[in-house]
């Protein structure tokens, strides 16, 4: 009996060693730019692609450390507009394209710079929720980051993130011209960003 319970409270005790596992709170900054999402196939519109425009996002987010591995959860506010472009010519429409974005991303370390820098690799999926000119539609795409963590302060934890996101068409078919067709909506961003461990 006595050896039960000295197995349970080592086990409990490791649980909640902070070496274990560690909570965080955190916010990311991010500069993001969309590719993707409808094209035209006839060459006859002088704006030939359309999707969304790109620009910042504001994240916050929930993350379980463990020595190697972690799990996010992050959500995103951007208003990334609508863009009509051609090589020579981009127009954003700012007064429509707002998204709020729900990823969920696991983590694993693959190596280091310095004493105390860590460099991770971040995967999940993306759920989309896209607002066009009061038109809602939902997406889900995928994620996938680089990222550069160094330590500020004992609490403090700066980021660098390098990420990747694609998912089907923003556009609905019934949004296009014939003569365009939906491609997938791609997005790529420069983050920066700061957690405090609890």
């Known amino acids: 009996m006595r050896a039960r319970l000295l197995n349970v409270f080592l086990l409990s005790s490791a649980v909640c060693s ?4 560690q909570w965080h709170l955190g916010t990311e900054l991010t500069t993001n730019t969309y590719r993707g999402t409808a094209r035209d196939t006839s060459s006859t519109h002088v704006t030939p692609n359309g999707g969304p425009g790109g620009g910042p996002a504001f994240s916050l987010l929930v993350n379980r450390a463990w020595k190697r591995t972690g799990a996010t959860l992050r959500i995103s506010y ?3 507009g609508f863009a009509v472009t051609s090589p020579e010519l981009r127009v954003i429409d700012k007064t429509t394209g707002t998204l709020v974005e729900v990823t969920s991303l696991v983590s694993t370390r693959v190596g280091g710079i310095g004493p105390s820098g860590a460099i991770r690799i971040e995967l999940g999926p993306a ?3 896209w607002d066009y000119s009061g038109e809602y539609r939902t997406r889900f795409g995928g994620v996938g980051a680089a990222v550069y963590d160094w330590p500020v302060s004992s609490r403090f934890t700066g980021s660098v993130r390098l990420e990747g996101s694609a998912s089907s068409s923003w556009l609905n078919a019934n949004e296009v011209p014939p003569e365009f067709e ?6 790529y961003g ?3 960003g700061l957690r405090y461990r609890l």
């Open 182 to 187: 939906r491609h997938l909506t791609w997005r």
């Open 18 to 21: 902070p070496t274990a596992a």
């Open 127 to 129: 759920l989309h929720l």
């Open 190 to 192: 420069v983050g920066l």
């Open 78 to 80: 951007a208003n990334p």
